[in-house]
């Protein structure tokens, strides 16, 4: 957290500065003998940009072809801007590469700069798509593949051969099955309140209902209206995997 950092810049517009970021996260790997897990957050090459002239800024990327001068700025800081965290990048990998610790990098970018974009204006033809990268120094072989944020973290540790807890391993075993979505809302749900199905039949409170179907099997549905004002469909009442989703992938093996 940047309240504990020493040795912070920041830029023109008062971003913290990527360059302190590499001696921050050692600090964390060498803070401890154990594994580690440290999630850095850069924020340099944030907005707002500035469209009229900013004392001291020099670009070092330009751009061509647009018209509007200042939006032309704008786009020249962010460019001379985002360079910064690639050249952070860089550099940590450098430092990993001489580290003596088994290590798995994932770095991606969780939203736009700060312009009016539309689809029109991206490769892929969409907002809510990045591209991610995997770096390792234990020999895990490149794969290419498409994934939903919420299931990288489990990806990866795939790849590195952990299999642990009800998420990563539902994540790990059943996203090619047709009720995988459904059974991930029913995780989630009872993540988050810490329920048993079979106490809530029939309960509302204004947070939930559940219905039990005819035969007394499983839930044809529940609702958390309150919450994410929807209705989520739940499996037929003869399908035993609704109700046995969680003991079901808790049954399975941990590595």
């Known amino acids: 957290s ?5 040795g912070v810049t920041f830029n023109l517009i008062d971003w913290a500065d990527d360059q302190v970021l590499t001696e921050q996260i050692f600090n964390a790997l060498e803070s401890t003998d154990e594994q580690d897990f440290v999630y850095t957050i850069s924020v340099q090459a944030h907005g707002k940009y500035p469209r009229a002239p900013l004392d001291g800024f020099e670009p070092t990327i330009f751009a061509e072809g647009i018209e509007d ?6 786009f020249e800081y962010y460019l001379s801007q985002i360079k910064k965290p690639d050249d952070f990048l860089g550099d940590l990998v450098a430092a990993l590469e001489e580290f003596d610790e088994p290590v798995i990098l994932v770095a991606y970018g969780d939203h736009l700069p700060n312009f009016e974009i539309d689809e029109s204006g991206i490769d892929n033809g969409s907002r809510f798509e990045t591209e991610y990268v995997i770096w390792n120094n234990i020999g895990l072989g490149k794969q290419d593949k498409d994934l939903t944020t919420y299931q990288l973290g489990a990806e990866v540790l795939k790849r590195a051969g952990i299999s642990c807890g ?3 391993k539902l994540h790990q075993n059943f996203s090619d099955r047709y009720n995988y979505l459904e059974m991930l809302e029913l995780i989630e749900y009872d993540v988050f309140y810490g329920a048993n199905f079979v106490d809530y039949v029939g309960y509302v409170d204004n947070k939930l209902m559940l219905i039990r179907p005819v035969n007394g099997k ?16 739940g499996a037929a009442a003869a399908d035993d995997v609704t109700l046995a989703a969680i003991e079901l992938i808790d049954k399975l093996p941990e590595t």
Not at 69 to 74: G, L, R, V
Not at 218 to 233: G, P, Q, T, V
């Open 2 to 6: 940047l309240e504990y950092m020493d």
């Open 69 to 74: 001068e200042d939006f032309d700025y704008a």
């Open 218 to 233: 499983n839930y044809d549905s529940f609702i958390l209206s309150n919450y994410f004002d929807n209705m989520l469909l």
């Open 166 to 168: 009800l998420l990563p």
